[in-house]
């Protein structure tokens, strides 16, 4: 009789790819829940990310705020696509502000500039949320 090895992630015999159902699409998911992200600034260098996000929302199960001090810019990259990825006004400059807002998501993308990273990275933490940044 031979025993399995532990696999990476030390159960038997499944790989550890398996067991990551949260970046899994819905189709392929046991128990789906809704991921609600929210993208801090909309500039030029958002709009890829912007239409990337949208366009994969439906079988990914994701929610998008796309939160701006610029609401007119941001309107303009989410034109036609308000009931996935609905647009706030927010000064990221304020911290009660950003933290409200980054509370009530699971995963935050700062397209900030590189400057204001740190401050949102922060809320993230204190707050235990998944954060993206672009800086390098």
């Known amino acids: 009789c031979r025993t399995r090895r532990k696999g990476r992630n030390g159960r038997t015999g499944q790989p550890a790819k398996f067991l990551i159902r949260n970046f899994a699409p819905r189709s392929s998911t046991k128990y789906s829940i809704m991921?609600?992200?929210l993208l801090i600034g909309a500039g030029r260098s958002a709009s890829s990310l912007l239409s990337y996000l949208i366009q994969h929302a439906a079988e990914q199960d994701w929610r998008v705020t796309v939160a701006e001090r610029d609401t007119a810019q941001a309107r303009k990259l989410t034109q036609g696509h308000e009931d996935v990825a609905p647009v706030v006004e927010l000064d990221a400059s304020d911290p009660k502000a950003r933290a409200a807002l980054i509370a009530k998501h699971d995963l935050v993308i700062s397209m900030?500039?590189?400057?204001?990273?740190?401050?949102?990275?922060?809320?993230?933490?204190a707050l235990r949320k998944h954060v993206i940044t672009p800086s390098y």
């Open 112 to 125: 900030l500039p590189h400057s204001m990273h740190m401050d949102v990275l922060k809320d993230c933490l």
């Open 35 to 37: 991921r609600s992200i």
